[in-house]
């Protein structure tokens, strides 16, 4: 797959209009580390200056680990200022009153008091929040509802997560993060592949073939992936359709929000 020419150039235009048209004084988005947030930083500088874009480490755990040290050194080398606060005791006190060690649903709330932070901090100094999501992810459902994907901006949406990986290096995005395994940081150990059962290579191959067009059986022939392989990506797509769309609303007036009030 190869990275089109006009994304950079895409990508910045789109965060300008969209900071100008709000009336925003600036970008606060949440690091994590990760290649995702590490090139969505860089883009926010590149199109309204480091002095407009502010990082928020938000870790679990007071102990800082490789991670923030990675996002904070990165940040500083922008120019961009950014805070750390530990969100463990909110996310304790939710858990506490569910009575549940479920690790799932406990990295979900991790994920939505995150936004919770995020957003507080935002709506104190009229930023927008960008979110570091990826096509790759939103396409396969994932992300937390209302969690990570509870932003105003999506810069890398549109983006592959193996073309994240070359825009991030023609950026000259340090190496450090090109050669993490990515992880939405959920619980200890969670990789993306580990979890998906198998590479962005082979992920992002089966949704560029979806993009296209392709059927199963033609995904197969493209990829040369086992149809097993390709089934679960195309069912992952299918069960994912309600995170990328708003709450569904029963029609009864003459124009409905979210299906027929085109805005």
């Known amino acids: 797959m190869t990275l089109r020419e006009y994304a950079y150039d895409t990508i910045t235009d789109f965060i300008r209009k969209q900071v100008a048209s709000s009336g925003a004084n600036g970008i606060v988005l949440g690091l994590s580390g990760g290649i995702d947030s590490a090139l969505t930083m860089k883009l926010c500088c590149d199109s309204v200056g480091s002095d407009k874009v502010t990082g928020l480490i938000l870790p679990d755990r007071p102990e800082k680990s490789k991670d923030e040290v990675d996002a904070s050194e990165y940040a500083e080398s922008l120019g961009v200022r950014f805070h750390r606060y ?74 592959y997560k193996t073309e994240v990986r070359k825009l991030a290096e023609r950026l000259s995005v340090p190496e450090v993060f090109l050669r993490k395994k990515p992880t939405a940081g959920l619980w200890e150990g969670q990789t993306d592949e580990g979890e998906m059962g198998l590479t962005y290579e082979e992920l992002d191959s089966v949704l560029f073939c979806m993009e296209n067009g392709f059927d199963p059986q033609g995904t197969v022939r493209e990829t040369g992936l086992e149809r097993e392989v390709v089934d679960r990506v195309f069912a992952m797509v299918r069960a994912s359709a309600h995170k990328r769309r708003p709450p569904p609303i029963p029609k009864i007036g003459i124009r409905t929000v979210g299906a027929d009030w085109i805005e």
């Open 86 to 159: 530990v969100i463990s005791s909110p996310v304790s006190a939710v858990m506490e009153v569910f009575g549940s060690g479920n690790v799932r649903i406990a990295g979900n709330v991790k994920a939505r008091m995150r936004m919770i932070f995020l957003y507080a901090y935002a709506n104190s100094r009229n930023l927008l929040v960008a979110g570091t999501g990826n096509k790759s992810e939103l396409l396969t459902g994932y992300f937390t509802k209302y969690g990570d994907g509870g932003t105003d901006m999506l810069p890398i949406g549109d983006l």
